[in-house]
């Protein structure tokens, strides 16, 4: 899979700290913040089956090594392609049910390729599990985060709420 596979254009806005999604929310969900994860470091990727939840600790290139996270709970599904010990970040992308219309394409070869592994053929979008999927995310109750890199891992989840944070500047 190439580093560009997920590209889309998405523009930046303004900074801030925290962003949530919450389960359910179907009005536009202000994603800002994301921009700021540009050529951000991923130092850590926590997985708790038990507990449904993704964590993804992250360095940031343009806010003075400040360390931010991404926290996904209610996670059906994740995965990390590609995951070396040096990953730095192209861009992130948050699609909700606001952007599920402008951005169907992207959504649905991303959420392919989480389920399947592959990108699909013009046959598997009639697959009901995909169909089901968009369906959830389209209606709200779900929401697909997609980390697309400059070099190393590409990082594709499925969650109920996902949360973004300033963590510190601390050091790893």
């Known amino acids: ?6 590209t889309n254009g998405t523009v930046a806005r303004e900074s801030i700290l925290d962003v949530i999604i919450p389960h ?8 800002n913040g994301l921009e700021t994860l540009v050529e951000s470091t991923i130092d850590s990727v926590h997985v708790s089956v038990k507990d449904k ?23 059906e599904d994740f995965v990390a392609d590609e995951l070396r010990l040096s990953n730095i ?38 697959w009901e599990p995909l169909k089901e999927k968009l369906g959830m995310i389209s209606s709200g109750m779900l929401t697909l985060l997609v980390v697309e890199p400059v070099y190393g891992v590409t990082i594709i989840l ?3 709420e996902i949360q973004l944070e300033a963590i510190g500047s601390d050091a790893f």
Do not use: Y
């Not at 402008?102 to 592959?118: A, P, Q, V, Y």
């Open 158 to 160: 499925l969650a109920s």
């Open 1 to 6: 899979m190439s580093a560009r596979m997920f």
């Open 53 to 75: 939840k993704v964590c993804i600790e992250l360095t940031c290139a343009w806010e003075g090594k400040e360390r931010k996270k991404i926290t996904a709970t209610g996670v």
């Open 89 to 126: 970040v192209d861009r992130v992308h948050c699609f909700a049910a606001a952007d599920f219309q402008e951005n169907i394409s992207t959504i649905t070869d991303n959420l392919f390729f989480l389920i399947r592994g592959k990108s699909p053929s013009s046959s598997d979008l009639e």
């Open 24 to 31: 359910g929310r179907k009005e536009e969900i202000d994603m």
